[in-house]
């Protein structure tokens, strides 16, 4: 949730942008357009990797209902590629020039350094994979998921009691299929978008760049394909997961109810 906030929060700079007709704003500041590109790269890699940890902790409690994931696993996974972030986002960071794009409404890598080739192969390497992975987990789910309906049916499974059973259909089963399906569903513009920038780049353009292409010559794509599949489907993804924390997580839920504001709301609406 907090990743979602933060990730949220951090296009105010494209929002000022693209309310000035797509003037640079506050990106005319080249702190805050280095800055702005790396927070949200890292952030948005990050909230992808947490959803994927939780896709697979929910896939293993699916297929072996009588083990458990253990947390100090996940939170080595999680800090781990945080330090990888960090570490890549540091080195590469530095070498890259940025720059601020009409097009699109925000900063991005000038692409002209020796690097840049393989810190774009990283960007899409470390968005792609939790991608195939999380629909590989729910695809392994939902096939445990109907084993573990026969198996309601015909009480005949092995080391699958009915508390194992409730628990599986009514809050793994769920929950994944929630997180994955938003994730995929949110995501899907931006790979597809990455496909096709990457079919346009490997074009044999002579000594030009090949840019915009065939694939982004007419006008919705040069300018409003970028918004959508790099920022906007990015960020209702990102403004998607706490109310599904809220919905799906008892703790997050009972956290929020806790809070002075939400309290009086929720007494307001049951009030009225």
């Not at 702190?31 to 994927?52: A, E, G, P, Y």
């Not at 096709?196 to 353009?205: D, R, Y």
Request: hydrophobic share 40%.
């Amino acid at each position: 949730a907090v990743v979602s906030t933060q990730s949220t929060g951090a296009q105010i700079p494209v929002i000022a942008s693209l309310l000035s007709d797509r003037q640079p704003a506050l990106f005319s500041f080249p702190f805050v357009c280095v800055s702005w590109r790396l927070v949200f790269k890292s952030l948005q890699r990050f909230s992808v990797f947490l959803v994927l940890l939780l896709s697979i902790s929910r896939t293993l409690s699916l297929v072996r209902p009588l083990s458990k994931v253990k947390r100090t696993t996940t939170l080595r996974a999680m800090y781990g590629y945080m330090c990888y972030i960090v570490v890549e986002t540091s080195v590469f960071g530095s070498l890259e020039g940025y720059s601020y794009d009409r097009t699109g409404g925000y900063c991005y890598e000038n692409g002209y350094k020796p690097t840049s080739q393989l810190y774009n192969a990283l960007y899409i390497i470390t968005l792609g994979v939790p991608a195939v992975v999380t629909f590989v987990s729910f695809i392994v789910s939902t096939l445990a998921i109907r084993r573990s309906m026969t198996c309601s049916r015909t009480l005949s499974c092995e080391g699958m009691g009915p508390g194992t059973r409730d628990s599986i259909k009514k809050q793994a089963t769920n929950t994944i299929m929630i997180f994955t399906f938003t994730y995929l569903l949110c995501n899907l513009p931006h790979f597809v978008n990455m496909i096709l920038w990457i079919i346009t780049m490997s074009l044999n353009c002579g000594e030009g760049s090949c840019y915009p292409g065939p694939l982004y010559d007419n006008p919705f794509m040069y300018w409003f394909s970028w918004n959508i599949s790099e920022v906007l489907s990015v960020i209702v993804n990102m403004a998607c997961n706490p109310i599904i924390y809220y919905f799906r997580i008892s703790q997050f839920n009972q956290w929020v109810n806790q809070i002075k504001v939400f309290r009086r709301v929720n007494r307001f609406l049951m009030c009225n």
